[in-house]
């Protein structure tokens, strides 16, 4: 079993400050799969001093030292995916095949990613008589969340190593065992003690003490607005770069002439994915008024095909991933219900032979208004409100009527037409009749989604700073 109760500090598994610890819990049938050492201040600084440290060392390597090391690490991500997946498939509850091809497939993939690009990335480059020169900011705290836990993780290490950045990774307490299987990976490519180190904890506990120290240039986090904002103010006084991917509430238009039979089931299926707990899922979808119960039809029909099960059985949708998000989840519902939005099917009832697990079924609301909380809330679970629009204007007004700007969704016959609609979107990403993203293109949000973009050379850009040297080209 994958220990969580150690912590990868200086190129040694330590033990932490003090001895207090958490369960790790599957959600599929409640039960304790492991513990997981809950970090201090004490625990903060050793692994900032081990970075600080090792920062000068690894800043000067080449490139092709940082690609030998980059490629390794694949590799080992690559070999031990089914592994990584598992741990997924537990600490959160991603049915088998989704934890081992998408979520443990994503290391692989931004490793792989950040590869190329490093290849040939220009860290030098002439404007005129000035030499630009692009170098790594320091010392980075990266903070993951538990819903693609893999992923997020893999966003920020891959680009910080290939940047030539040192850093303290703290994983989400929620769901830390992924982590620990990449730090046995970092060990094992025998990269430099303190380039990479991995502690746990929760929330502020320790997340204060790593955001807020004078020792730390950056922080990069992944999470709830909330943590975002309060992880902002307390980086403010030591002027650290703050990059944030926040939470979201994303918007589907479908056009009047747009492939409803596409369109309606891929809206649901995208919102259920990963049991709706994706910052971009697409959780409000927005039909003409004409074609409202031609849509709620095939929505309802979509929601009730998609198979509830535990995750070892391979279903398409397993438990909400925690017991304080499934508690929010089935408070939400209630409210939708209370607030006079129509359910069409789903609610908050357990489902017949998983009461054990956190499960809830796939929740489609209609005649949903824009007042409503389920409107303007982020649930992050299974459940899409259907809205009613009456001019592809009021359409793109009602998409915009959101605190969030992280994703769109338009659906259109022609690519035109849905590119018109993405065009006046205050989002950082749309995608156009159902296109996947890409993890070459910059991933991030608008508004109070974040402020940064991952993925690709945008994301190794994150990691970077920039260099006036005139006269020097
Ligand atoms: P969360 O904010 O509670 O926790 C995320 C991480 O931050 C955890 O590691 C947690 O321990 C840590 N944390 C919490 N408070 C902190 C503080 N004050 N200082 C330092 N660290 C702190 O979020 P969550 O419940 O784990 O994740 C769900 C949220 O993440 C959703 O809102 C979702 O939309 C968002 N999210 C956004 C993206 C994106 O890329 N935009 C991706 C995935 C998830």
């Given at each position: ?247 979201g509430k994303s918007a589907c238009i ?28 697409p959780t409000r979808l927005m ?88 409107a ?9 409100a259907?809205m ?7 359409a793109v007004?009602l998409a915009n009527d959101s605190?969030y700007?992280?994703s769109g969704y338009v ?14 979107l205050?989002t950082?990403?749309v ?43």
């Open positions: 079993m994958v220990d969580a109760t150690r912590f990868y500090i200086d190129g040694r598994w330590v033990a932490p400050a003090d001895d207090a610890r958490a369960a790790v819990v599957d959600p599929a049938d409640r039960s304790v799969i492991g513990e997981v050492a809950l970090g201090g201040p004490a625990d903060a600084e050793a692994a900032i001093a081990a970075a600080r440290a090792a920062f000068p060392g690894w800043s000067a390597t080449t490139r092709e030292q940082r690609l030998e090391y980059l490629e390794a690490i694949n590799l080992a991500l690559i070999a031990r995916s089914d592994e990584i997946g598992n741990a997924i498939m537990r600490e959160m509850g991603a049915p088998r095949r989704l934890a081992r091809r998408a979520q443990a497939g994503s290391g692989p993939q931004h490793f792989g990613e950040v590869i190329r690009v490093l290849r040939d990335y220009p860290f030098e480059t002439p404007l005129g008589s000035t030499l630009l020169q692009r170098e790594a900011i320091g010392v980075c705290v990266l903070i993951t969340p538990w819903n693609w836990p893999m992923n997020q993780i893999a966003t920020k290490v891959a680009p910080a190593l290939a940047a030539g950045c040192t850093m303290v990774l703290k994983p989400s307490e929620l769901a830390p065992l992924d982590a620990v299987i990449l730090a046995e990976i970092i060990d094992s490519v025998g990269l430099p003690a303190g380039v990479f180190n991995l502690v746990h904890g929760s929330g502020a506990a320790i997340g204060d003490a790593l955001t807020g120290h004078p020792d730390v240039d950056m922080v990069s986090f992944t999470g709830s607005t909330r943590a975002g904002v309060a992880i902002a103010a307390n980086a403010a006084p030591t002027i650290k770069r703050v990059a944030l991917e926040l939470g479908v056009l009047p002439d747009a492939d409803f039979a596409k369109a309606i089931p891929a809206t649901v299926q995208g919102c259920m994915l990963n049991t709706g707990q994706s910052c971009n899922a039909v003409p008024r004409a074609r409202l119960d031609d849509a709620c039809h095939l929505a309802k029909h979509a929601a009730e095909a998609i198979r509830l099960g535990m995750p070892i059985d391979d279903p398409d949708m397993g438990p909400v991933a925690n017991e304080a998000q499934y508690g929010r989840v089935i408070a939400m519902i209630d409210q939708a219900i209370s607030e006079g939005a129509t359910l069409l099917t789903g609610g908050s009832a357990p489902p017949a032979g998983l009461e054990r697990g956190l499960f809830v079924r796939p929740t489609v609301f209609c005649g949903v208004t824009p007042d409503m909380t389920i303007r809330e982020e649930v992050f679970g299974p459940v899409l259907i009613a629009y009456d001019s592809v204007e009021e007004a605190p700007g992280l659906w259109a016959e022609t690519r035109d037409a849905a590119r018109a609609v993405a065009r006046q205050r950082g990403m995608h156009l009749n159902g296109a996947p993203l890409d993890s070459a293109a910059p991933f991030g949000g608008y508004k109070m989604s974040g402020n940064g973009r991952e993925w690709g050379r945008f994301g190794l850009e994150e990691f970077l700073e920039i260099k006036s040297i005139y006269g020097g080209a």
